[in-house]
């Protein structure tokens, strides 16, 4: 299980740096945003995420709308994902890119917040 929780760790700090640097990349209109490594890694390491994540939860017995802080994450997951998808995909300008890209940042900020505490009520 320790090997399980260092490979979620890993990916969790993989999946910001190259969100973040993408969403920069979008800000600046960079060419690099279009590099095939950069559509071609992120699925990778999320799929690698998600499932340390499913094994965890299965190892430790806990269940999303079961348990009020994993359902927490599960939702504001499916929210940071919608939202980057907006952000470095489908938003039609600049600004609707942005504004998506510092909402799935602060989705995000929520998520781990809610992991460290294993509490949904994190900012109260």
Not at 9 to 35: H, K, P, Y
Not at 92 to 118: D, E, G, H, P, Q
Request: glycine fraction near 4%; charged fraction near 10%.
């Amino acid at each position: 299980m320790i090997l399980a929780k260092q490979i979620h760790v890993a990916c969790v700090i993989l999946t910001f740096v190259l969100f973040f640097t993408r969403g920069v990349w979008m800000l600046m209109e960079s060419d690099l945003l279009q590099r095939k490594w950069t559509r071609r890694v992120p699925p990778v390491i999320d799929t690698l995420l998600l499932l340390s994540a499913i094994y965890l939860a299965v190892t430790i017995h806990q269940y999303p709308f079961v348990h009020g802080w994993l359902t927490a994450k599960v939702l504001a997951l499916f929210a940071y994902i919608g939202l980057g998808m907006l952000a470095l995909t489908y938003g039609r300008t600049k600004t609707v890119r942005a504004t998506a890209w510092v909402a799935a940042l602060l989705c995000f900020a929520y998520i781990v917040a809610v992991a460290y505490t294993k509490n949904h009520w994190v900012f109260t």
